[in-house]
């Protein structure tokens, strides 16, 4: 990088986006054991983390994929967004539930892929929504016969979803088959029915099954029945039915305060018929199902219990609320004292304890989930997971992010427990260190905003509207031709240009500005709308929609399904093209915008699932595994020989349903770089509008995607799990000098616990040396890529005896606005020559060079964000002042 290099950074903290409360959290279910083989049910290895499904108060649904190795038990970066699902224009989502597509096709210790499983959501309307986890849209839904439904739960073996009405009844779904149909309603009740939890599963009669070599009629029937399920109502009480008779069977009364009812917001089941109950008193209680009497109970909270989870084996309880507490209750076993050997009472007895404490959350915890999920099965069945393994508890709220703890007891100490989130050596939930997953301000954990470089402005995106700010230029003094200073002509700053709120089917999920700043282009799930900015001679801007713009996009789409609507955008530097990614069908097209708007060329190939490239065959993946690699084979067939057909080399004619989340065009224009959620990367060339090449497929999604300002044939790939690509499109190769880099990246780099979120490259810079600057929620890292990590990587140390390692190095300082903050290290053990971190601005939420050794950070700190809620739940305690 040769010479010291200083930037001068506008560091921007007038964008007002704010994120949404998160409402609902989601794991998927395991499948029930099988009760026709001997299988244990001891888990011997680690199961695959399964996905994290995260409902929004303004109706997005994001699904979080582990960013782990297939080999590797701790991801550092956790769960990052893979899909965002946008959800329909001033809805929420107030409960979801995975269930399992074809239960019968899984084993009991294997974890569903999301093409494995259904999605069901309730937003406190009268409908529920299924959603395709494909296309990112609503599959169908289903009215609920009995007013706004407050709570949805599947049985064990997600075959039955039950739903609680506002009319007091409970009704049951079937999804036998891939339905979604109304199978009976249970005994009505006088009052709502706030939350929902199915009773243990029965197992049939084993005597009665048929030998393995025995042919049978009724290998239909399902191993397991359900028994009855307990919901928790409005009028002070738990409620349990018989699922075979669909009768009230028995109530349990909860206390009241001054005679008001008491609601029961959460309630859980365990494998041995314990109800657990959590209610708007801030009471759990515990409750022997079989004499519907209360067992125990604990003034935990001092607001309402909201949600409750229960651990992997079942021997601990997660409770949380308004009071942001979030409480671990553990079941011991005790002796009772003078119970002899030989008395009937000798067994031992057990009791509940109220052992850890936690405040994970600034405001209201709405919702808990837990890794491994929870199965109530009875005890001879019931699942024992590796104690070296920490589950792991996420938790949301008001404070709109989500919280990740390791969750190990303290009984599983006796032996070395892993921490997934590798937060520390810990794992125990009463000392491990918790981890808030950052938010992003795009759908993909992309971002919101983009920048308009030579007209200076900058987009943001929210819900339903777009602002645009204009960035004035840093403050330089000018001098008058006798050399004298004259007054300042800029202060610098910032100002508002334009707000617009627009008519939307869903929250909005994709935008751009050109260059120039003459044009402006956003879009739903469901339609594009483009703008021509106009400049008045006051200064102001006046956008003029294009009118015919979704009709012009029609005529190269399909009409099933019926969008124009697309994921991302993307300008070429002249501003003459406009490069869509469409959102339901994954086509690209290419749009030229100097005369008319007209579509010059659409691709097809993230449909694709065989992609032929010159001798090889690069092979889709054949159940739509997500995070799968593909497979890569010679044309003419030598790798799976024996499944190739004559046509091995002609695309298949099937659409390859993906959604395209990134997009780069090279700073000369002649290059475009697209990427799917399916980890597959397509080159375009834009000169002669053809497509170039198809990189081999990574392991994790790129989350960053830029092309080098000083050679732009060179393409930076930023990983989920903070690993680097660097491909040159030209010659199609990963060049030699990037390697030893890519290869052998630094731990410190590697584990940093907020993921990449985008790569940019200085404007000015014109040195030999390539230097990219990445940036995540709360870092900045400015990286030289050509630079062998063996002697500037973070590990290195100065050997005892050594000669001392030479301290020229550039410098790499960041100056905002008129306080000059110098990052500049003196000595190379303080600071490595290729890997440079600034962590000082957070959380982040942009950062672009806007011109030549002149950056933009923006910022959306989480106390600004926080101080429009309401205030949080603060009970003063006696003698406090």
């Not at 197992?203 to 359900?226: A, G, I, L, V, Y």
């Not at 810990?426 to 905003?449: C, I, K, M, Q, W």
């Not at 290195?796 to 110098?822: D, Y």
Request: with cysteine; net charge neutral; aromatic share 8%.
């Amino acid at each position: 990088m040769g010479e010291a290099s200083t930037l001068s950074v506008h560091r921007c903290r007038f964008v007002d986006f704010t994120p949404s409360a998160i409402t609902a959290l989601a794991f998927p279910p395991l499948p029930l054991p099988s009760l026709k083989g001997k299988k244990s049910a001891v888990v011997q290895k680690a199961l695959k983390v399964g996905t994290l499904a995260v409902g929004r108060a303004n109706g997005n649904i994001e699904l979080c994929e582990w960013s782990a190795s297939e080999h590797d038990l701790q991801a550092p970066q956790g769960w990052v967004v893979r899909k965002t699902i946008p959800g329909p224009f001033q809805s929420n989502v107030d409960s979801l539930a995975f269930t399992l597509r074809n239960p019968d096709q899984l084993s009991s210790d294997e974890t569903p892929s999301l093409a494995d499983l259904r999605l069901f959501s309730a937003g406190g309307g009268s409908e529920l929504a299924e959603w395709d986890l494909e296309r990112l849209c609503i599959r169908r839904t289903i009215p609920s016969q009995g007013g706004s439904i407050w709570c949805i739960s599947p049985n064990p073996a997600s075959t039955v979803l039950a739903i609680g009405c506002e009319d007091g009844a409970v009704r049951l779904l079937s999804l036998e088959h891939d339905t979604l149909t109304h199978l009976r309603r249970l005994d009505r009740v006088k009052s709502r029915i706030l939350s929902i939890a199915w009773g243990p599963p029965v197992p049939r009669d084993t005597k009665n099954f048929p030998k393995p070599d025995e042919d049978s009629d009724d290998d239909d029937e399902d191993d397991w029945k359900d028994s009855w399920l307990v919901a928790g109502c409005s009028d002070s009480s738990v409620r349990k039915w018989d699922v075979a008779s669909g009768r009230v069977g028995d109530r349990m009364g909860t206390d009241k305060m001054r005679g008001e009812r008491t609601l029961v917001w959460a309630v859980g089941v365990l494998g041995d018929g314990t109800i657990v109950s959590g209610d708007s008193l801030g009471m759990v209680k515990f409750w022997d199902s079989r004499t519907s009497t209360q067992l125990q109970t604990f003034q935990a909270h001092g607001a309402d219990v909201l949600c409750l989870t229960i651990s992997p084996e079942g021997t601990a309880v997660y409770t949380s609320g308004v009071d942001q507490k979030v409480f671990q209750f553990t079941h011991v076993k005790t002796q009772q004292a003078g119970v002899t050997e030989s008395s009937l009472l000798s067994r031992s007895p057990s009791r509940w304890v109220q052992s850890v404490s936690r405040r994970l959350h600034s405001h209201d915890v709405r919702a808990l989930a837990i890794w491994p999920p929870y199965s109530p099965l009875p005890a001879p069945h019931r699942r024992q997971f590796p104690l070296d393994i920490a589950p792991v508890l996420a938790s949301g709220g008001l404070d709109m992010s989500v919280v990740v703890t390791p969750a190990a007891l303290p009984a599983s100490t006796m032996t070395k427990v892993i921490n997934p989130l590798s937060t520390s050596n810990v794992a125990t939930y009463e000392d491990a260190y918790h981890r808030r997953l950052a938010y992003s301000s795009g759908p993909f954990n992309a971002t919101a905003l983009h920048l308009a470089r030579q007209a200076r402005l900058l987009l943001c995106m929210r819900d339903s509207s777009i602002s645009l700010f204009k960035i004035s230029p840093k403050k330089v003094p000018a001098t008058s031709e006798d050399g004298s200073d004259l007054p300042e002509l800029s202060e610098g700053g910032w100002e508002p240009v334009l707000d617009m709120d627009l008519n939307v089917n869903t929250n909005l999920v994709a935008s751009a500005i050109s260059d120039n700043g003459e044009w402006i282009v956003v879009s739903d799930w469901y339609e594009a709308k483009l703008f021509h900015m106009e400049t008045l001679p006051s200064g102001e801007l006046k956008p003029t929609r294009i009118k015919d713009f979704a009709s012009i996009l029609q005529a190269h789409l399909p009409n099933t399904p019926a969008s124009t609507g697309a994921s991302s955008f993307n300008f070429t530097p002249d501003s003459s093209k406009l490069i869509m990614t469409s959102a339901m069908s994954a086509y690209v097209l290419v749009i030229d915008l100097t005369t008319k708007p007209r579509v010059l060329r659409r691709f097809d190939h993230h449909r694709m699932r065989n992609v032929v490239l010159g001798d090889r065959v690069m092979k889709g993946r054949k159940n739509s595994v997500v995070g799968e690699d593909v497979e890569m084979a010679d044309a003419g067939g030598a790798a799976g020989s024996d499944e190739s057909d004559a046509d091995e080399n002609v695309l298949l004619a099937k659409p390859f349903v993906a959604t395209v989340t990134r997009t780069a065009v090279s700073p000369d224009g002649q290059w475009l770089a697209t990427s799917d959620d399916r980890c597959r990367t397509h080159v375009f060339n834009l000169d002669s509008i053809q497509h170039h090449c198809t990189l081999p497929s990574f392991p994790q999604p790129a989350h960053a995607l830029s092309f080098d300002s000083t050679s732009p044939s060179i393409l930076v790939l930023g990983l989920a799990n903070n690993t680097i690509q660097v491909y040159d499109v030209e010659s199609r190769t990963f060049p030699l000098w990037s390697r030893e880099l890519t290869n052998c990246l630094p731990q410190r780099f590697t584990h940093l616990h907020d993921t990449i979120l985008g790569v940019t490259f200085d404007l000015g810079e014109r040195a030999v040396p390539r230097s990219a600057l990445f940036w995540g929620a709360t870092w900045l890292c400015r990286v030289q890529l050509d630079a062998g990590v063996g002697w500037g990587g973070f590990e290195k140390k100065r050997r005892w005896g050594g000669k001392r390692i030479s301290t020229r190095q550039p410098k790499f300082s960041l100056a905002t606005g008129p306080n000059l903050v110098s990052l500049t290290e003196d000595t190379a053990e303080k600071t490595p020559q290729n890997f440079k971190m600034v962590t000082h601005y957070r959380p982040i939420i942009f950062v672009d060079f806007i011109a030549p050794s002149e950056l933009v950070v923006v910022e959306r700190p989480l106390v600004d964000v926080l101080a429009k809620l309401p205030p949080a739940f603060f009970k003063p305690k006696y003698g406090a002042t």
